[in-house]
């Protein structure tokens, strides 16, 4: 029986994809407006790059963002950027279509609720806390934390052992069919894939693990309710016709 629904963060609870494009665009746009001597397309190029080199947590991406264009470092220029990116950031954050409706109505029904998610803890904490949505969280897992990231069974594991649960009572929903399903069904628990963001059409090689594939999030207590109907009824059918 299922007994806990676990969700990834970015893009499965929080519309994070299209959240952070606005926010580099922006703050590209506002270092350009105060004096940042290079073309938008050239210095969003570059800003990119340096993303998919350092990672999104790097702390220092403007000030490298300088030397890559073969400027000097100008305070002004880079606080032009942090400022327009968390602007954005605070504006424009927002969990995606149905996540509280869903949520709440889980959470009504008993089920234990939790995230496991890859990340800066602070960071992520900061989307869960700015959109309100800690009180629906029985549990949280971030990698950071735990020393350890999706897929790696081990932060599966860890998660069920700290909220007490075997995997086949945990469901686990997320939008990368790599880290979030693929890695959640190798230690056994039940996997729905919400097909969404910019992973909707990748890493396809991987959408045998999951069990079943969502375009809402508010499919998801229908699925969980109806594969709980039936393991009752395939234990009643044992009770009643022993092998």
């Not at 952070?20 to 703050?27: I, P, Q, S």
């Not at 880079?78 to 709440?104: D, E, P």
């Not at 950071?144 to 945990?170: M, R, S, T, W, Y």
Request: aromatic share 12%.
């Amino acid at each position: 029986m299922i007994k806990a629904v676990f969700f990834d963060l970015d893009d499965t609870i929080v519309d994070t994809t299209r959240l952070a494009e606005m926010a580099r665009r922006n703050a590209i746009e506002n270092m350009i407006r105060h004096g940042l001597p290079v073309d938008f397309d050239t210095a969003y190029g570059e800003l990119l790059e340096l993303i998919s080199e350092y990672g999104s947590n790097f702390p220092r991406h403007f000030d490298y963002l300088l030397r890559r264009l073969e400027l000097p470092y100008n305070p002004k220029w880079v606080s032009a950027g942090v400022i327009a990116y968390h602007n954005t950031k605070i504006a424009y954050l927002k969990s995606v279509r149905g996540a509280r409706r869903t949520l709440l109505r889980l959470k009504k029904e008993g089920y234990v609720l939790g995230i496991i998610t890859d990340g800066d803890p602070v960071k992520q904490w900061e989307k869960i806390l700015r959109l309100e949505l800690g009180e629906y969280f029985d549990h949280v897992f971030i990698s950071d934390e735990l020393g350890v990231k999706k897929p790696h069974p081990k932060i599966f594991q860890k998660a069920l052992q700290k909220a007490n649960l075997k995997a086949g009572e945990a469901v686990m929903v997320g939008d990368r069919l790599y880290s979030d399903i693929y890695g959640a069904k190798r230690v056994g628990m039940t996997t729905i894939w919400f097909r969404y963001g910019k992973y909707a059409d990748r890493e396809l090689e991987y959408r045998k693990y999951a069990d079943f594939t969502i375009s809402s999030l508010e499919e998801v207590p229908g699925i969980v309710g109806r594969f709980n109907c039936e393991e009752e009824k395939r234990s009643s059918d044992k009770e009643v016709h022993p092998d």
